[in-house]
């Protein structure tokens, strides 16, 4: 007959294994939380720049503009054109740039990076930035860079029709800098011509003003 003394201790395994599997599913819990609040690229870079983002002062944005210009990111673009049209948005709760579209009373958020829903919110919980004419006229000029080396032709024309309407300094080295992918030929040959134009305006160059002066020599074109 066995005392008290004899009964059969449980496992140490089957002890743990509740303890342990209870672990696991709090550290899975933790890691989606992690992962779901950690900023994407994007995020990252304009919380960098967030103050000079929401005062939007010419004197004080052009770093951030041509910190997304120069950052590589696939979404750069999307950011510049969202903010040009006033269509970038501010989460009050935490400072989160978010897109933003209307859905009946509230706006639907939409992450900058991934593009996932947020969820909804109240107008009154977001913020909406709005750019002034000086600091919309920077991120076009930005927009410059992308549009010239768009895949879509079209969309590469439209860029070039726009510099012709109303060039700028800030123009030229992008235009220069796209001269070498471009596989149009058409579209090719429209840029070189308006690579001299912009030259001939803005080079600081003496020596490059006047051989763009000298490469119109005979050219009656209407746009000189």
């Known amino acids: 007959m066995r005392g008290p003394c004899d009964r059969p201790i449980p496992h140490r395994q089957n002890v743990m294994r509740p303890f342990l599997a209870t672990f696991a ?11 779901q609040h950690a900023p994407g690229p994007l995020q990252a870079l304009l919380q ?43 989460r009050k709760a ?25 969820g909804r919110l109240p107008k009154s919980e977001v913020t909406q930035l709005k ?6 006229s920077l991120i076009a000029a930005a927009l410059v860079q992308f549009q010239l080396s768009d895949a879509d032709s ?26 070498a992918g471009e596989a149009d030929p058409v579209l090719l040959a429209q840029k070189e011509r308006l690579v001299r134009l912009l030259t001939l305006r803005f080079d600081s160059d003496e020596a490059a003003r006047i051989a763009a002066v000298q490469s119109f020599s005979g050219d009656l074109g209407v746009d000189l």
């Open 94 to 118: 935490d400072g989160l740039f978010v897109y933003a579209a209307p859905e009946s009373d509230a706006l639907a958020l939409i992450d900058i990076d991934s593009g996932a829903a947020l």
């Open 131 to 136: 750019p002034n004419s000086g600091v919309r």
């Open 48 to 90: 960098q720049h967030r103050e000079a983002i929401e005062k939007s002062s010419r004197k004080t944005v052009e770093p951030a503009i041509t910190a997304l210009q120069g950052s590589g990111l696939p979404g750069a673009q999307t950011v510049l054109e969202k903010w040009e049209a006033k269509d970038l948005w501010l």
């Open 154 to 179: 079209a969309r590469r024309l439209d860029a070039l029709t726009a510099i012709a309407r109303d060039p700028s300094d800030s123009h030229l080295a992008p235009l220069r800098a796209s001269l």
């Open 25 to 35: 599913a709090l550290l899975l819990l933790a890691t989606q939380a992690v992962a």
